[in-house]
């Protein structure tokens, strides 16, 4: 079945980076997108960005665009998450979700959706 | 960008609906229809819903279904169940290559 495994959690201090996994599973990599999606405690889901799995290309929330870098490994089907310059609202579950294509009147690959999602890996910024 | 914007909380008896909004602007909800929904159980990851609007996932129950108005989506949910307690996000394209979330609804079945 399809599946997005993500990697365990991780307790960092402010200033510090951290590195997401998302190991997929039961479909071929590379004909869908994965997006990043992150949910601080007892708050809503915030989208951060997607890459397309096929060429590398990514797009993010402006918000994150200076912090976050997105990478695949199509060797092990594994996307990669890491953002940069950890302060204490980082803290948040982070999400991996696959995404279906869409074609953007542009012609630029868009996702627009997100099925299945990973389990989440719970992030902690504290000194 | 702000995010959409739902109802904090909805609830409903078992049996009965429940229509979730979800309002955004030209933008992004009234400009594609590339709504989607999400349940999401606590602890848990989101679950699709609906995407495509008023599109139905295999394996969703056909008592959950979307529509769209101008700037404003909707969930709908009939005849409730008591699993279906749980927290709602919409989520729509919002142009240059971005998307967006609601802020959330909490369906409580009474």
């Known amino acids: 079945q399809v599946q997005l495994v993500q990697s365990g959690a991780e307790v960092k201090k402010p200033g510090a980076s951290v590195k997401v996994s998302c190991k997929a599973s039961?479909?071929?990599?590379?004909?869908?997108?994965i997006n990043w999606v992150r949910q601080a405690p007892g708050q809503g889901l915030e989208w951060m960005g997607w890459?397309?799995?096929?060429?590398?290309?990514?797009n993010s929330a402006q918000k994150f665009q200076d912090r976050l870098t997105m990478t695949t490994d199509t060797s092990t089907s594994t996307a990669d998450m890491e953002l940069r310059s950890l302060r204490s609202d980082d803290t948040a579950v982070y999400y991996c979700?696959?995404?279906?294509?869409?074609?953007?009147?542009?012609?630029?690959?868009?996702?627009?959706?997100?099925?299945?999602w990973g389990q989440g890996t719970l992030v902690t910024v504290s000194s | 960008q702000s995010a959409l914007t739902q109802p904090r909380s909805v609830s409903g008896s078992p049996g009965q609906s429940v229509t979730i909004s979800c309002t955004g602007t030209s933008n992004d909800v009234g400009g594609y229809n590339y709504v989607s929904w999400y349940q999401q159980h606590p602890g848990k990851a989101p679950k699709l819903m609906i995407y495509?609007?008023?599109q139905r996932p295999s394996g969703v129950p056909d008592r959950f279904s979307g529509s769209k108005s101008g700037n404003t989506a909707s969930l709908t949910i009939s005849g409730l169940q008591a699993e279906d307690e749980a927290d709602f996000y919409c989520?729509?394209?919002?142009?240059?290559?971005?998307?967006?979330f609601g802020g959330g609804t909490k369906l409580t079945v009474l």
């Open positions: 979700a696959r995404g279906d294509q869409y074609y953007e009147s542009s012609g630029e690959v868009i996702y627009v959706w997100f099925d299945p």
């Open positions: 495509d609007v008023n």
């Open positions: 039961g479909y071929t990599f590379t004909s869908y997108g």
């Open positions: 890459i397309n799995t096929y060429n590398d290309n990514t």
């Open positions: 989520c729509s394209y919002a142009g240059t290559y971005t998307v967006i």
